[in-house]
């Protein structure tokens, strides 16, 4: 069964292992600043949306108040000629209606948190009136009642074409909010299930009628349960890991199609999407070991569980039936994809046993060092006075005695191999604080190396660093 990658283009990544920066910059720092950048975006952009929602909806309010007001005048026309005021109060006093529908509905969290709620309804209306009447006055014209119809529908008109602005703008955020797959995003679509058959009902007995539902989790009385159970299950998947069935299960060879049947028919909850990517992990685990017949044997029974719950209802029962056909197209098409997935598992676990030969006996512990990448240059280190008069360098001071005393040892030795074996001592995470703060307080410079060409230490240092430079050219264009 061919398998669809293209979802995945979709994926907002907070990091990139795979990311090029210069060799001055802090890689682990750059790739921080990019997810907090990414973060911050994300969060500006779901705040925009929730501003114009709740904008449109204050203004679809006002929208329905101005349209009541000018129903109101044009069916009162005769009163309003003579009496224009006090029809357009009267009009706007019985659209206010209850208190609670008077006020507009209440903000979300975060959104105009440096402004005032917004008035009242009636007090909206009460102020379109006076810029009505104050524009009223200014013209002047013959027939008043005529032109404050005129002058309230271009206000109807201006929040109307605002409106549209605002559903454009929303309209192109929650596209570009959706364009992307975040894992805040995950949610339980179909759960995968199994029907078990009716025993039939012996006669007199009322027999009940249920509803199967294509969603076992939703609730007609407690929608809420339903809910809460989806989000558990949300939660269970954070940890891909094949129950102990699923394991039993992965176990059966290959070969042995009627006890795989045997097994699914007696433990049919080992049909979901879990239990087939905690398989599949462990296939990954045994090829990182070279077990490759067991890797492989693995890989079958995933797919084989894959299959069966995407053939949907009578999925088992119709896979099975397939696979012990001779010659049937379905066995060609599954074991061409259990081959594939193999090779496909088994190269990506000869890239990390590669990657792991060559890292040594160092094992897996990571750890921050201090080098020069470019060839001629050199870190020094430059503590800052205690006595600066340069605001920079006061504040470079005040970090530097705000270190540890080991590191300030260090620091004032000169030498960035005692610097280096105080941050190999420390954890990944404060190493990487400290070397920022080494940056910030501008300890820490690159500076052009300095041969003496007239010993023989200083011709040595040229001619290797000749060679190695002829080395990198060859190695990025060996012809």
Same mark, same amino acid.
């Given at each position: 069964?061919?398998?669809?990658?293209?979802?995945?283009?979709?994926?907002?990544?907070?990091?990139?292992?795979?990311?090029?920066?210069?060799?001055?910059?802090?890689?682990?720092?750059?790739?921080?600043?990019?997810?907090?950048?990414i973060h911050?975006?994300?969060?500006?952009?779901?705040?925009?949306?929730?501003?114009?929602?709740?904008?449109?909806?204050?203004?679809?309010?006002?929208?329905?108040?101005?349209?009541?007001?000018?129903?109101a005048?044009?069916?009162n026309?005769?009163?309003?000629?003579?009496?224009?005021?006090?029809?357009?109060?009267?009009?706007?006093?019985?659209?206010?209606?209850?208190?609670?529908?008077?006020?507009?509905?209440?903000?979300?969290?975060?959104? *105009?948190?440096?402004?005032?709620?917004?008035?009242?309804?009636?007090?909206?209306?009460?102020?379109?009136?006076?810029?009505?009447?104050?524009? !009223?006055?200014e013209?002047?014209?013959?027939?008043?009642?005529?032109?404050?119809?005129?002058?309230?529908?271009?206000?109807?008109?201006?929040?109307?074409? !605002?409106?549209?602005?605002?559903?454009?703008?929303?309209?192109?955020?929650?596209?570009?909010?959706?364009?992307?797959?975040?894992?805040?995003?995950?949610?339980?679509?179909?759960?995968?299930?199994?029907?078990?058959?009716?025993?039939?009902?012996?006669?007199?007995?009322?027999?009940?009628?249920?509803?199967?539902?294509?969603?076992?989790?939703?609730?007609?009385?407690?929608?809420e349960?339903?809910?809460?159970?989806?989000?558990?299950?949300?939660?269970?998947?954070?940890e891909?890991?094949?129950?102990?069935?699923?394991?039993?299960?992965?176990n059966?060879?290959?070969?042995?199609?009627?006890?795989? *049947?045997?097994?699914?028919?007696?433990?049919?909850?080992?049909?979901?999407?879990?239990?087939?990517?905690?398989?599949?992990?462990?296939?990954?685990?045994?090829?990182?070991?070279?077990?490759d017949?067991?890797a492989r044997?693995?890989?079958?029974?995933?797919?084989?569980?894959?299959?069966?719950?995407?053939?949907?209802?009578?999925?088992?029962?119709?896979?099975?039936?397939?696979?012990?056909?001779?010659?049937?197209?379905?066995?060609?098409?599954?074991?061409?994809?259990?081959?594939?997935?193999?090779?496909?598992?088994?190269?990506?676990?000869?890239?990390?046993?590669?990657?792991?030969?060559?890292?040594?006996?160092?094992?897996d512990?990571?750890?921050?060092?201090? *080098?020069?990448?470019?060839?001629?240059?050199e870190?020094?280190?430059?503590?800052?006075?205690?006595?600066?008069?340069?605001?920079a360098?006061?504040?470079?001071?005040?970090?530097?005695?705000?270190?540890?005393?080991?590191?300030?040892?260090?620091?004032?030795?000169?030498?960035?191999?005692?610097?280096?074996?105080?941050?190999?001592?420390?954890?990944?995470?404060?190493?990487?604080?400290?070397?920022?703060?080494?940056?910030?307080?501008?300890?820490?410079?690159?500076?052009?190396?300095?041969?003496?060409?007239?010993?023989?230490?200083?011709?040595?240092?040229?001619?290797?660093?000749?060679?190695?430079?002829?080395?990198?050219?060859?190695?990025?264009?060996?012809?």
């Open positions: 069964m061919p398998v669809d990658y293209s979802k995945w283009d979709n994926l907002e990544l907070s990091d990139d292992s795979d990311i090029e920066v210069h060799p001055n910059v802090d890689k682990r720092s750059f790739i921080r600043a990019k997810q907090n950048q911050a975006e994300r969060q500006h952009r779901r705040l925009q949306i929730e501003t114009l929602k709740y904008e449109r909806q204050i203004n679809d309010g006002l929208i329905k108040r101005i349209s009541g007001l000018l129903a005048l044009k069916a026309a005769a009163e309003a000629e003579s009496n224009l005021a006090e029809v357009a109060f009267r009009a706007v006093m019985e659209s206010a209606g209850s208190p609670e529908e008077d006020a507009p509905p209440p903000r979300p969290e975060g959104v *105009h948190a440096q402004v005032e709620q917004p008035p009242t309804y009636s007090k909206m209306m009460a102020t379109m009136l006076d810029q009505v009447n104050t524009t !009223l006055n013209k002047k014209p013959e027939n008043r009642y005529v032109a404050m119809v005129e002058e309230m529908g271009n206000h109807l008109k201006q929040v109307q074409d !605002l409106q549209k602005q605002l559903l454009e703008k929303l309209a192109e955020l929650e596209k570009e909010e959706g364009r992307k797959i975040t894992s805040e995003g995950i949610h339980t679509g179909f759960d995968s299930s199994y029907v078990a058959k009716s025993t039939p009902s012996t006669s007199g007995e009322k027999s009940d009628s249920k509803i199967e539902l294509l969603n076992p989790n939703f609730s007609a009385n407690k929608p349960e339903g809910e809460a159970t989806a989000a558990a299950k949300v939660d269970d998947d954070d891909i890991e094949a129950s102990a069935d699923g394991r039993k299960f992965a059966i060879k290959a070969s042995e199609y009627r006890e795989s *049947h045997a097994f699914i028919t007696a433990h049919p909850k080992i049909l979901s999407e879990k239990e087939t990517d905690g398989i599949l992990v462990m296939a990954f685990d045994a090829q990182l070991e070279n077990k017949d067991v044997n693995y890989i079958h029974q995933a797919l084989l569980l894959q299959y069966c719950r995407s053939l949907g209802r009578d999925g088992v029962a119709l896979f099975f039936k397939r696979i012990n056909t001779k010659g049937h197209q379905a066995q060609e098409v599954f074991f061409k994809d259990v081959h594939d997935t193999y090779l496909r598992i088994k190269g990506r676990a000869a890239e990390i046993n590669a990657q792991r030969a060559a890292g040594g006996d160092s094992g512990v990571e750890q921050i060092q201090l *080098h020069a990448v470019e060839p001629g240059t870190i020094k280190i430059q503590i800052p006075p205690e006595n600066g008069e340069d605001e360098q006061k504040h470079g001071r005040e970090i530097f005695e705000s270190f540890a005393p080991d590191m300030r040892k260090a620091l004032e030795t000169g030498s960035l191999d005692e610097v280096n074996e105080v941050l190999g001592k420390m954890k990944v995470p404060e190493a990487e604080e400290l070397v920022g703060l080494l940056s910030e307080a501008g300890i820490l410079s690159l500076e052009e190396q300095i041969i003496d060409a007239t010993t023989d230490e200083g011709r040595q240092k040229i001619k290797d660093l000749e060679e190695k430079a002829a080395m990198e050219a060859y190695t990025d264009d060996p012809e």
